[in-house]
């Protein structure tokens, strides 16, 4: 017997080495992505710091339930049957326990499933090569590895289902030349069995029913019998899937897509065509090399093809190409593993064309992950044969490779950090004014969640969240630029002009279209009442007793931009709050940071001279050393202001004006409680009208309730308080005590307790 001799063994051809470079090359490529947080979508699959998930929540336990429910499910839509998914954040959750400790670790997860992808694929392909090319095996594993369209499948968590389809159908094709080899029947139940877990993480899996029949054609020599019972063994997964989908879980909420998310919604079949062929060209050359990464590609993102498009053509002619050399190796019989790459690819990547239904987000990185194993496959094949050529001897190639590796491992090493969190990402994924109208407005939206939660939590970097509110109000209109008729994005960006800018005339110009266009839009009313409730306050509070108050007389009051004194009474809610707890240099330092960042978003109150915040500064300093007597500093700025207006207003004028915008703000609330069912905003009304000390107008909207026959013992009590606060004591106690005959009659559980504190409060009237 002749003696092998171990000093040729090549490295690659040890598959224990070949297992830990693969392994490691996942680490060096993700390693940095472990340290991440949550990010986009990861809440439709996990426990996330924003919510959670009611399966994953429940550990073990739920896995029956898991494999009987969709794996997500929202107000807009219910998502797909992905169990297997699900089950695997079930089991971390169960092992690992809270979200917080845990994110580090399914991040980890994460980029050990890529890494085992690596090994099945090398296996794999030795397996269908019979090691007759390791080398190639290896090669393949490792660019497939490296590319940086995968960025998206390893940093997100949500899209751990395109990990997992992939590696149970490459393991189910394993299978099926297992069984092509060695005609054992357990293999063929192996291969049915890992196919149905594929499908059970996500149906990208469902073109290996036809991938793997077509590899076993192309690598094996099998007569058409047993390759229909390899397909027979795929399609009896494929109708056990459809049984648990169909007969386990209910299909009721369907979601209505948008041309927001893709301009094809709603176009017939042949205007889809062009588009089906750019998705193609785009999918191929991101496969091979992709460096301008984005999250999401709507509406807006890419050219909208058509016949004419120049990129049509090119599109049409890379399929053809395509075509054409499969074409010729099927009939040449040659080049088998470049024939089987390409239908690979065109198999894989044909769902995601938008030709028979278009996609949510026209292209997507995702998509891609399956259908860039055939192109690599594909390019190793054509550097293999190109070894034979004079220029591809040497070290030519080897030197090609080794740069096309490092190039993508660098752009992936790069990219990895903008999915960090989900602000990392959109900030990113929107620079340069990406024009794609989704991916600006969930920029947009995330930006204002984290500016409400600053606002309601104060850390003191007060000038970071006025700059957040710039950047959302900018990504805003970026998305309407390109989008205009976009409701929700306008909402927002009108709440964003209430609630932080303080313009309310130009969040009610933008509620009033929104409502002319769907009467019905409670959200739009409701940031139109708050706004017009605002506008009533604020003028309440101008100093029209100084009578330095001057105004436009060609504005009506609802309409002009009072954003300087909103502004103003703002800071002066602020302030008390940030007061309550004593005045003190770290209390002023905070007070004149939100001082800066108002000037940050109105320029007016910055080109004061001097500037809005130095004399905040200056002067609560004075007040906080002793050198001034206590006093209401915005005062002078509210003079100040006072003086640029135009048209003196009296006092008769202004009470008039006070009237009109009270009546507007009562109108508006009856309108909303009637629409919607509540009173929602009459109690808005109130709180408002208490801050503006028009007791007058909450005696007036509580009566209206009471005379409309939709009082309560609440509409007595406010009356009375009401009364109360105008010096009317009896007026006061007579309302009182109506309100507590309404509670005596009340059945609510804590009425007993709400009548007593009432009592005391009617006979502590007479003691004031």
């Known amino acids: 017997m002749r003696k092998t001799n171990t000093s040729k063994i090549r490295f690659y051809e040890n598959n224990k080495l070949v297992y830990f470079i693969l392994i490691s090359f996942a680490f060096l490529l993700y390693g940095n992505s472990i340290s991440h947080s949550y990010s986009v979508d990861d809440e439709l699959v996990t426990n996330t710091d924003r919510q959670i998930h009611p399966l994953v929540d429940q550990g073990l336990s739920a896995i029956p339930e898991i494999f009987t429910s969709h794996y997500a499910q929202n107000t807009e839509q219910t998502y797909e049957y992905r169990p297997v998914v699900i089950t695997t954040f079930a089991i971390e959750k169960s092992l690992f326990g809270s979200y917080v400790r845990r994110v580090h670790i399914s991040h980890f997860i994460q980029v050990l499933l890529y890494g085992l992808l690596g090994l099945v694929i090398f296996s794999l392909l030795n397996q269908v090569f019979k090691k007759e090319k390791t080398a190639l095996s290896f090669l393949i594993a490792l660019v497939f590895l490296s590319l940086p369209v995968h960025a998206e499948v390893v940093n997100s968590l949500k899209n751990r289902d395109e990990l997992l389809s992939l590696i149970f159908s490459l393991l189910a094709f394993s299978q099926a030349f297992k069984f092509a080899d060695h005609k054992r029947l357990l293999s063929l139940v192996w291969s049915g ?189 054509l550097i293999n044969g190109a070894r034979d050529k004079s220029w591809g001897k040497g070290i030519i190639l080897p030197s090609i490779v080794m740069l096309y590796l490092g190039i993508n491992s660098f752009l992936v090493i790069q990219r990895n950090p903008d999915w960090k969190n989900r602000i990392t990402l959109f900030q990113k994924d929107t620079e340069n004014n990406f024009p794609s109208a989704k991916s600006q407005a969930v920029y947009g939206q995330e930006l204002q969640f984290l500016i409400n939660q600053e606002w309601l939590n104060p850390s003191g970097q007060d000038i970071d969240m006025f700059n957040s509110i710039l950047k959302a109000q900018e990504a805003y209109q970026l998305s309407l630029k390109t989008y205009p008729n976009y409701p929700k994005i306008e909402n927002n960006l009108a709440y964003l002009y209430s609630m932080y800018f303080q313009d309310h005339a130009k969040a009610i110009e933008i509620t009033k279209k929104l409502l002319k266009q769907n009467p019905s839009y409670r959200e739009a009313r409701e940031n139109q009442l708050s706004a017009t409730l605002k506008v009533f306050t604020t003028w309440c509070k101008l100093p029209h007793d100084l009578n330095d108050l001057r105004w436009k007389a060609d504005q009506e009051p609802i309409t002009t931009n009072q954003a300087e004194f909103s502004l103003i009474q703002q800071f002066e809610e602020r302030g008390k709050a940030v007061l309550s707890k004593g005045m003190n240099p770290e209390a002023i330092e905070d007070l004149v940071s939100f001082a800066q960042g108002i000037e940050l978003i109105n320029p007016t109150l910055a080109n004061l001279k001097p500037p809005f915040s130095e004399t905040v500064n200056k002067q609560l300093n004075l007040l906080y050393s002793g050198a001034r007597p206590s006093y209401n500093i915005l005062d002078t700025f509210r003079i100040a202001l006072a003086e640029n207006f135009s048209h003196p207003l009296s006092n008769r004028e202004f009470q008039e004006t006070k009237n009109k915008l009270r009546d507007i703000c009562i109108l508006e609330a009856r309108t909303f409680d009637q629409m919607h069912q509540g009173t929602w905003a009459l109690d808005l009304v109130d709180k408002y009208f208490i801050e503006a000390q028009d007791y007058e107008g909450i005696i007036a909207i509580h009566k209206e309730q009471i005379k409309n026959g939709r009082g309560s013992s609440k509409d007595y009590i406010q009356i009375g308080n009401a009364y109360l606060n105008l010096g009317d004591k009896e007026k006061s106690k007579k309302a009182l005590k109506l309100g507590l005959e309404g509670l005596k009659n009340s059945k609510e559980s804590n009425a007993k307790k709400e009548i007593e504190a009432l009592n005391k409060f009617i006979e502590s009237i007479d003691k004031q």
């Open 193 to 381: 069995l890992f196919f149905l877990l594929a499908l059970m993480s996500k149906k990208t899996a469902l073109p290996f029913l036809a991938i793997i029949p077509i590899g076993l054609y192309f690598f094996r020599s099998l007569n058409l019998k047993n390759i229909g019972v390899v397909f027979l063994s795929l399609g009896l997964a494929r109708i056990l899937f459809a049984a648990f989908k169909i007969g386990l879980v209910d299909e009721t909420k369907l979601r209505t897509f948008s041309t927001l998310e893709n301009p094809l919604f709603g176009q017939d079949f042949m205007s889809r065509i062009p588009s089906f062929f750019y998705s193609i060209y785009w999918y191929f050359k991101s496969a091979l090399s992709h460096w301008d990464f984005h999250f999401y590609y709507g509406f807006g993102a890419l050219p909208q093809v058509n016949y004419s498009h120049p990129m049509f053509f090119l599109s049409l002619f890379l399929v053809i190409g395509l075509l054409s050399v499969l074409s010729y190796g099927i009939i040449k019989k040659k080049n088998v593993g470049l024939n089987f790459g390409i239908i690979f690819f065109l198999l894989s990547i044909f769902g995601a064309c938008n030709l028979l239904f278009p996609m949510v987000g026209i292209v997507a990185e995702r998509l891609v992950f399956t259908a860039s194993l055939g192109i690599v496959i594909a390019l190793a094949f």
